[in-house]
């Protein structure tokens, strides 16, 4: 829950609009500011004044409620707020404090939710509803006053030991024992009809106890009836004694009221005859000869005085302006020329199509980048040559390695043969001739292969030769290299392919669009883009070029308008008869002239307003009709006084002339009408006693028929009492079994201390500057700490006062976040977390010194982000560190009080 905005009407001296951030919100100002009442209508906006807060002291003195009604008697007592609560829906809280009534609507939609918010009697519960938490449960750990560091204490301590001790088991009581006091309360209420929340189980309000209590108040008020009645009718008598005595009474005080009323009234037409004489003189006070100006022509002359200083400030301006544009215009008429001789050498057909703009430049990159391809993959080299050339060398060795493998396969077998022929011969001679023979065959067998191992030999060179002319060291290089040469050749093919096929395009595509001619499409690309280039920027020095003119023809036109102006401000003056060459003599010679006339209209409406007075005073009817009225009245006044006697007339007669003195004509109209009223309601209420008096007697002749019998009611009043007492006794039955089962059930729970503890360690070595690292709080929250130099536990109370008010500043942000956890002090999913129940924190730095302040001033940041905190303070060093460490910080400024008129005045004097 958070306060988006609030309306004061009035509270105190407190009033206007105030708007809080969803974090933190600062509220500073001076003293007497109203720093403080707003922190009280904050909290009066949730839980309003109890019964005891609207009454007045036995010793007289005022009560809260009573002290802060609105210093400005003509404010309303009462303030308007907007607040969202848990789930997101905006309330509109509607307060009237002076009623002490209370109305919620839903913003948005506009339903009427006042009845979730009203308790018993005047009592307003919406803090209860949107906090879940009590009224001094929030003031004690929420709402900190001025100068109020300290732990809670009181009545609410007890309740928020119970409420934190209910937490440790996820915020409620067990299952079982809150089902058990349920049944428990619910057979109570339902079968003995007891009210679980009165504080000693006292009758429902319409449950079957209830009943039988009205019964037997129903049987004693007819047993008392019945035993009362005979006295009753000799009252009845007694009192038509009573009502005759008091109709004589009010007969005199009838008389007495028309004897006052025809005072007045004598009183009221002296008044009036007075009123219309003095209304007389001040229309007769009308000037001779006033004045006057035809109508409109003081505005008229206004406007033209401020339009002709416009006109005259905007003609400098613009002549200023149209100086510096003719010197920028000289420099872009040159840069135009220069820029169209350009254009005409680049383009000597004329400016080309821009359409075509993106696919030529696209166009012309693909072309430069095939050509680097073509370039980088095939290079010229003074070894290998370029691609062509290496694979076609290579094919040529590897034919001629072919030829020459072959040959050396022929040369091999033919040694064999000649060696094979030559062994055969001879062994064929050594048979048939002899060894000779044979030898000299063997001989010619070696020759031969000698012969064919020589020629292996010349082909095995040249081979060598062949792959080193080749630069491969084998014939399996030699076919690798063809294939990567071979490979190399096709890729180059495919992009000179590309290539053409680029420059046709890109050739096509410039004829399309009109580019320059020329042999080289790149080059005719290149010349189209700077021509387009050039086009751009010889339009766009045209557009300048305009702007110059339009800037001069505004000058032009801003000196028509001045010297109109001048024109038409002199027409004006001369409707007034001032007819003056110099303008601003003129101007004060009008101005002399309208204060007169502006006197000589006052003058005359004030007449005519006394005539239009004086007119519906008499009503038309001359002073004399006044005068004959007046002495009427008089007249009827004496013969009341002569028949009734003077004793009322006469002080009548003297608060009349006291009233004709002091009072308005008005006030003593408002009297007359008042004891014509009251006379009337007398004169009924005579009337009404007559009528009263003769239904007496009717009522004893209708007593005496209806007379019950004594004895059946007390046999009944028995029963009653016997039935009640069984009652009793059940329900004290049902109320001690319900004492001990909670009882039992916060025997269960876990200690609410450890989590405090652990609360306060978290924060306490920080924002006390390391000195302070453990902490221990008691059932009745209480804090010790554990003192650094001797490690012993040490209460708080005996610290200083300003590490006292850090600790206990420090607890109470830890019990708002455990109160949280059990109000369900949730979320929606993906929204911002925030806290239940917002801080309202009046100055609580005030003892802090420059180290721990620092710490205290981002502990109440951090816990901003959390939930809504309004911080009141009166340091502005306090709002600047705030400020500095939450951007997002909302700052509300109060302004000084005024002082009274009487006191600034002689302050005023003693300042002299």
Same mark, same amino acid.
């Given at each position: 829950?958070?306060?988006?905005?609030?309306?004061?009407e009035?509270?105190?001296?407190?009033?206007?609009?105030?708007?809080?951030?969803?974090?933190?919100?600062?509220?500073?100002?001076?003293?007497?500011?109203?720093?403080?009442?707003?922190?009280?209508?904050?909290?009066?906006?949730?839980?309003?004044?109890?019964?005891?807060?609207?009454?007045?002291?036995?010793?007289?003195?005022?009560?809260?409620?009573?002290? %802060?009604?609105?210093?400005?008697?003509?404010?309303?007592?009462?303030?308007?707020?907007?607040?969202?609560?848990?789930?997101?829906?905006?309330?509109?809280v509607?307060?009237?404090?002076?009623?002490?009534?209370?109305?919620?609507?839903?913003?948005?939609?506009?339903?009427?939710?006042?009845?979730?918010?009203?308790?018993?009697?005047?009592?307003?519960?919406?803090?209860?509803?949107?906090?879940?938490?009590?009224?001094?449960?929030?003031?004690?750990?929420?709402?900190?006053?001025?100068?109020?560091?300290?732990?809670?204490?009181?009545?609410?301590?007890?309740?928020?030991?119970?409420?934190? %001790?209910?937490?440790?088991?996820?915020?409620?009581?067990?299952?079982?024992? =809150?089902?058990?006091?349920?049944?428990?309360?619910?057979?109570?209420?339902?079968?003995?009809?007891?009210d679980?929340?009165? %504080?000693?189980?006292?009758?429902?309000?319409?449950?079957?106890?209830?009943?039988?209590l009205?019964?037997?108040?129903?049987?004693?008020?007819?047993?008392?009836?019945?035993?009362?009645?005979?006295?009753?009718?000799?009252?009845?008598?007694?009192d038509?004694?009573?009502?005759?005595?008091?109709? $004589?009474?009010?007969?005199?005080?009838?008389?007495?009221?028309?004897?006052?009323?025809?005072?007045?009234?004598?009183?009221?037409?002296?008044?009036?005859?007075?009123?219309?004489?003095?209304?007389?003189?001040?229309?007769?006070?009308?000037?001779?000869?006033?004045?006057?100006?035809?109508?409109?022509?003081?505005?008229?002359?206004?406007?033209?005085?401020? +339009?002709?200083?416009?006109?005259?400030?905007?003609?400098?301006?613009?002549?200023?302006? =149209?100086?510096?544009?003719?010197?920028r215009?000289?420099?872009?008429?040159? $840069?135009?020329?220069?820029?169209?001789? $350009?254009?005409?050498?680049?383009?000597?057909d004329?400016?080309?199509? @821009?359409?075509?703009?993106?696919?030529?430049?696209?166009?012309a990159?693909?072309?430069?980048?095939?050509?680097?391809?073509?370039?980088?993959?095939?290079?010229?080299?003074?070894?290998?040559?370029?691609?062509?050339?290496?694979?076609?060398?290579?094919?040529?060795?590897?034919?001629?390695?072919?030829?020459?493998e072959? &040959?050396?396969?022929?040369?091999?077998?033919?040694?064999?043969?000649?060696?094979?022929?030559?062994?055969?011969?001879?062994?064929?001679?050594?048979?048939?001739?002899?060894?000779?023979?044979?030898? @000299?065959?063997?001989?010619?067998?070696?020759?031969?292969?000698?012969?064919?191992?020589?020629?292996?030999?010349?082909?095995?060179?040249?081979?060598?030769?062949?792959?080193?002319?080749?630069?491969?060291?084998?014939p399996?290089?030699?076919?690798?290299?063809?294939?990567?040469?071979?490979?190399?050749?096709?890729?180059?093919?495919?992009?000179?392919?590309l290539?053409?096929?680029?420059?046709q395009?890109?050739?096509?595509?410039?004829?399309?669009?009109?580019?320059?001619?020329?042999?080289?499409?790149?080059?005719?690309?290149?010349?189209?883009?700077?021509?387009?280039?050039?086009?751009?920027r010889?339009?766009a020095?045209?557009?300048?070029?305009?702007?110059?003119?339009?800037?001069?023809?505004?000058?032009e036109?801003?000196?028509?308008?001045?010297?109109?102006?001048?024109s =038409?401000?002199?027409?004006?003056?001369?409707?007034?008869?001032? #007819?003056?060459?110099?303008?601003?003599?003129?101007?004060?010679?009008?101005?002399?002239?309208?204060?007169?006339?502006?006197?000589?209209?006052?003058?005359?409406?004030?007449?005519?307003?006394?005539?239009?007075?004086?007119?519906?005073?008499?009503?038309?009817?001359?002073?004399?009709?006044?005068?004959?009225?007046?002495? #009427?009245?008089?007249?009827?006044?004496?013969?009341?006084?002569?028949?009734?006697?003077?004793?009322?007339?006469?002080?009548?007669?003297?608060? #009349?002339?006291? @009233?004709h003195? #002091?009072? @308005?004509?008005?006030?003593l109209?408002?009297?007359?009408?008042?004891?014509?009223?009251?006379?009337?309601?007398?004169?009924?209420?005579?009337?009404?006693?007559?009528?009263?008096?003769?239904?007496?007697?009717?009522?004893?002749?209708?007593?005496?028929?209806?007379?019950?019998?004594? =004895?059946?009611?007390?046999?009944?009043?028995?029963?009653?009492?016997?039935?009640?007492?069984?009652?009793e006794?059940?329900?004290?039955?049902?109320?001690?079994?319900?004492?001990?089962?909670?009882?039992?059930?916060?025997?269960?729970?876990?200690?609410?201390?450890?989590?405090l503890?652990?609360a306060?360690?978290?924060?306490?070595?920080?924002?006390?500057?390391?000195?302070?690292?453990?902490?221990?709080?008691?059932?009745?929250?209480?804090?010790?700490?554990?003192?650094?130099?001797?490690?012993?536990?040490?209460?708080?109370?005996?610290?200083?006062?300003?590490?006292?008010?850090?600790i206990?500043?420090?607890?109470?942000?830890?019990?708002?976040?455990?109160?949280? $956890?059990?109000?369900?002090?949730?979320?929606?999913?993906?929204?911002?977390?925030?806290?239940?129940?917002p801080?309202?924190?009046?100055?609580?730095?005030?003892?802090?010194?420059?180290?721990?302040?620092?710490?205290?001033?981002?502990?109440?940041?951090?816990?901003?982000?959390?939930?809504?905190?309004?911080?009141?303070?009166? +340091?502005? &060093?306090?709002?600047?560190?705030?400020?500095?460490?939450?951007?997002?910080?909302?700052?509300?400024?109060?302004?000084?009080?005024?002082?009274?008129?009487?006191?600034?005045?002689?302050?005023?004097?003693?300042?002299?």
């Amino acid at each position: 829950m958070r306060f988006i905005a609030v309306e004061c009407e009035g509270f105190g001296r407190l009033h206007g609009r105030f708007e809080f951030a969803p974090g933190l919100t600062v509220v500073t100002g001076p003293n007497e500011a109203g720093k403080s009442t707003l922190h009280e209508l904050l909290y009066r906006l949730l839980y309003g004044f109890q019964a005891q807060e609207r009454r007045r002291g036995k010793d007289g003195r005022l009560s809260p409620w009573e002290a %802060r009604r609105p210093w400005d008697a003509g404010c309303r007592y009462g303030a308007v707020a907007l607040i969202a609560d848990r789930a997101g829906r905006e309330l509109r809280v509607e307060w009237d404090f002076e009623k002490h009534r209370v109305r919620v609507l839903d913003a948005r939609t506009g339903t009427d939710l006042s009845k979730h918010f009203r308790g018993k009697g005047r009592d307003v519960v919406l803090g209860n509803f949107l906090l879940g938490l009590g009224r001094e449960e929030f003031r004690q750990v929420c709402c900190l006053a001025q100068g109020d560091v300290d732990p809670p204490s009181g009545a609410a301590v007890k309740e928020l030991g119970e409420r934190l %001790r209910a937490l440790v088991e996820s915020g409620s009581e067990s299952g079982s024992v =809150a089902a058990a006091v349920e049944r428990l309360e619910r057979a109570a209420r339902e079968r003995l009809g007891v009210d679980r929340r009165s %504080r000693d189980w006292g009758p429902l309000s319409g449950g079957r106890w209830d009943r039988l209590l009205a019964r037997e108040r129903q049987v004693l008020a007819e047993l008392e009836r019945a035993e009362t009645e005979r006295a009753a009718v000799a009252a009845l008598v007694l009192d038509l004694a009573e009502l005759d005595q008091r109709r $004589e009474r009010l007969a005199a005080s009838v008389e007495d009221e028309r004897q006052r009323h025809l005072a007045l009234r004598v009183a009221q037409a002296s008044a009036r005859l007075d009123r219309a004489r003095a209304l007389a003189e001040r229309a007769a006070a009308r000037p001779e000869r006033p004045v006057a100006l035809p109508s409109g022509l003081t505005e008229r002359v206004a406007r033209l005085v401020a +339009e002709l200083e416009n006109a005259e400030r905007a003609h400098q301006e613009s002549e200023e302006r =149209a100086r510096r544009e003719r010197e920028r215009g000289s420099l872009l008429e040159t $840069e135009l020329d220069q820029r169209q001789r $350009e254009l005409a050498a680049v383009a000597p057909d004329g400016e080309p199509s @821009a359409a075509g703009r993106k696919r030529v430049a696209e166009l012309a990159a693909r072309v430069e980048a095939r050509r680097r391809e073509v370039a980088e993959a095939d290079p010229a080299s003074a070894a290998g040559g370029t691609a062509r050339a290496r694979a076609e060398r290579l094919r040529a060795a590897r034919e001629h390695l072919r030829d020459l493998e072959r &040959s050396a396969q022929i040369a091999a077998r033919g040694a064999l043969f000649a060696i094979l022929a030559a062994l055969g011969s001879g062994l064929a001679l050594a048979v048939a001739v002899g060894t000779a023979a044979a030898i @000299a065959g063997a001989l010619v067998a070696g020759a031969a292969a000698a012969l064919a191992l020589r020629r292996r030999a010349q082909v095995r060179r040249a081979i060598a030769r062949t792959l080193g002319e080749a630069g491969v060291a084998s014939p399996a290089l030699l076919e690798d290299e063809l294939v990567a040469a071979e490979a190399e050749l096709a890729a180059r093919e495919r992009s000179e392919q590309l290539l053409a096929s680029d420059e046709q395009e890109l050739a096509r595509c410039l004829d399309e669009h009109g580019a320059p001619a020329g042999p080289e499409p790149l080059a005719r690309a290149h010349a189209y883009l700077r021509a387009l280039e050039l086009a751009e920027r010889i339009a766009a020095l045209r557009a300048e070029l305009a702007r110059v003119h339009e800037v001069t023809a505004a000058a032009e036109r801003a000196s028509t308008r001045c010297e109109q102006a001048r024109s =038409a401000l002199a027409a004006a003056l001369a409707e007034a008869g001032i #007819a003056d060459r110099d303008l601003r003599a003129a101007i004060r010679r009008f101005d002399e002239v309208r204060e007169q006339a502006e006197r000589d209209a006052r003058a005359v409406e004030l007449a005519e307003r006394a005539g239009a007075e004086l007119r519906a005073l008499t009503a038309g009817r001359p002073l004399a009709d006044l005068e004959r009225e007046r002495a #009427a009245l008089a007249r009827e006044l004496d013969e009341h006084v002569a028949r009734w006697g003077a004793r009322v007339a006469e002080a009548a007669q003297a608060t #009349a002339r006291n @009233a004709h003195r #002091a009072e @308005a004509l008005a006030d003593l109209e408002r009297r007359v009408d008042e004891v014509a009223r009251r006379l009337a309601q007398r004169e009924a209420q005579l009337a009404e006693l007559e009528r009263r008096r003769h239904g007496l007697e009717r009522e004893i002749e209708a007593r005496e028929r209806q007379l019950p019998d004594p =004895a059946d009611l007390r046999a009944e009043l028995a029963a009653i009492a016997e039935e009640c007492r069984t009652i009793e006794l059940r329900r004290d039955a049902i109320r001690l079994a319900i004492v001990e089962l909670r009882t039992a059930a916060a025997q269960a729970h876990r200690e609410f201390a450890p989590r405090l503890n652990e609360a306060l360690a978290r924060v306490l070595p920080r924002i006390t500057g390391g000195r302070y690292r453990r902490a221990f709080v008691a059932e009745d929250l209480a804090v010790a700490v554990e003192a650094p130099e001797t490690g012993a536990v040490v209460s708080a109370e005996q610290l200083s006062r300003g590490t006292r008010d850090q600790i206990y500043l420090v607890e109470r942000l830890a019990i708002a976040r455990l109160l949280d $956890e059990q109000a369900g002090g949730g979320v929606a999913r993906g929204a911002q977390p925030r806290g239940r129940a917002p801080l309202l924190l009046d100055d609580p730095f005030d003892r802090f010194d420059a180290l721990r302040l620092a710490a205290g001033l981002e502990q109440i940041v951090a816990e901003a982000r959390e939930r809504q905190i309004v911080l009141f303070a009166e +340091e502005r &060093s306090h709002v600047d560190a705030l400020c500095r460490l939450d951007p997002g910080c909302r700052v509300i400024e109060l302004p000084a009080p005024e002082l009274p008129g009487r006191q600034r005045a002689e302050e005023g004097e003693e300042a002299g």
